[in-house]
């Protein structure tokens, strides 16, 4: 297994593992913060379907290949972003999920699939979510740095919630 597959897994099994015994005031709290997360990602998602970037993201990954996908953003994803992602998922898709980044036999992203993320539009995170460094103007990213403040705000919740505090 590679140090990629290798660090994607570890920061996984953190997150499964940081699931099991939250009590119940804790996971509220948290729920609270990962939808405060799902909501910025849908607007910055929408901001960039207005400016016609998903579209043209889409289009391009015939010759691009999906470059971001595959190398840029997965390599920076840690254990909040997997616990995020797995907070709402089931034992069958948790184990199927860590099952794909294990068997990946390739040095990319081992969560994309042919048709997409191995996890849903909702699950995807923020990193993969609001980042179109092709097509991205100058107001786009101002935006998105005013939402990667609430973003960041969001995340050092989470971490005081259950990384730090249980």
Known sequence: MNRFQTDMHN??????????GI??????????????????KYQME??????GYSI???RSI?????????WHYPRNLTHVDFFIAIFNMGEEQKALLSKKILGAKYDHCPMLLKTGCFLSFEQRPVLCTNAYP??????YWIEKEKKNILFKKAFDCILKIKFISD
């Open 56 to 58: 043209n993201c889409k």
């Open 46 to 51: 929408t901001l960039a379907d207005q400016k």
């Open 62 to 70: 015939p010759i691009c290949k999906g470059e971001c996908c595959k």
């Open 134 to 139: 092709c097509f991205s103007d100058h107001s």
């Open 11 to 20: 920061n996984l099994r953190l997150a499964v593992d940081s699931l099991q």
């Open 23 to 40: 009590s119940e005031k804790s996971k509220m709290d948290l729920e609270t913060w990962i939808k405060e997360i799902i909501s910025l």
